[in-house]
């Protein structure tokens, strides 16, 4: 399997935008969505946002729901996150992840994201 490298976090003012990329090395990864989670301090890891690789279907937190976009450029096997109108409430380690069934994995070593009021 491959690797999941996660850049683009930052310290923003809340209202900003930011947009991180996950590059997946070592494709094919056989997998067939790709999804950002995240984790705040003192929280449980939280799904945030996926998209198959074909870009066919997106999901999203309601949290983040007309916010966040997600979306893929497959010749540049890189996922992104589109995060516009940020809260401090986004604060968090954002991750990306693949999904092989029913499961995540490939997890990357996470960006941090830093919304100040």
């Known amino acids: 399997q491959g690797q999941l490298v996660e850049s683009g976090g930052g310290l923003v003012q809340a209202g900003a935008s930011l947009i991180l990329s996950c590059v997946a090395s070592?494709?094919?990864?056989?997998?067939?969505?790709m999804g950002w989670f995240r984790r705040a301090p003192g929280k449980e890891r939280e799904f945030v946002a996926s998209i198959l690789w074909n870009g066919a279907r997106t999901a999203y937190a309601d949290s983040v729901q007309g916010r966040f976009t997600i979306n893929v450029d497959n010749a540049k096997n890189t996922v992104y996150l589109q995060m516009n109108n940020l809260k401090p409430d986004d604060t968090a380690v954002y991750y990306c992840?693949?999904?092989?069934?029913?499961?995540?994995?490939?997890w990357g070593q996470g960006t941090q994201v830093t919304v100040s009021s």
């Open positions: 992840a693949a999904k092989y069934g029913p499961n995540w994995g490939n």
């Open positions: 070592g494709r094919p990864f056989k997998s067939h969505a």
